[in-house]
C-alpha cells in the first residue's frame, strides 16, 4: 500500500509526540508468563485503543494468561520486561511506525 502525504505527516508528527512523552502507548501485563508489553506509539488514545484487540489476540495465541491492559501516554525505556526473570528484552529497541497507522 503506498503512503499518503497525510501518512508521512503523521509518522513524524507521531514520532515527535514520542520524543516528548506524549504519544499513546499500549500497556499489557501478563500473570503467565510475568510480562509486561509496550505496543505503540500511537499519536491519539483512540487509535491505541482500536489496536490493542490485535495485540491481546496475539498473546492470547502465544498462551498468555490473565491479562491487564492500559492505555497511557508515556515514553517506554524498554519495549518488553520480563518479570520472572528480572530482564530486560529489546534495550536498544525502536519504535516500529509502518504499519500502525
Not at 76 to 82: A, C, G, R, Y
Request: aromatic share 12%; with cysteine; proline share 5%.
Amino acid at each position: 500500500m503506498k503512503k499518503t502525504s497525510w501518512d508521512n505527516f503523521k509518522e513524524i508528527l507521531t514520532s515527535l509526540f514520542h520524543s516528548f512523552g506524549q504519544a499513546w502507548w499500549v500497556e499489557i501485563a501478563t500473570q503467565s508468563p510475568r510480562c509486561t508489553y509496550y505496543f505503540g506509539p500511537f499519536l491519539s488514545s483512540k487509535e491505541a485503543h482500536a489496536a490493542k484487540t490485535g495485540y491481546i489476540e496475539d498473546l492470547e495465541q502465544e498462551g498468555a494468561q490473565g491479562i491487564l491492559v492500559n492505555v497511557k501516554r508515556r515514553k517506554p525505556n524498554n519495549l518488553t520486561i520480563f518479570d520472572d526473570m528480572g530482564e530486560r528484552i529489546e534495550p536498544n529497541a525502536k519504535p516500529a511506525f509502518s504499519g500502525q497507522m
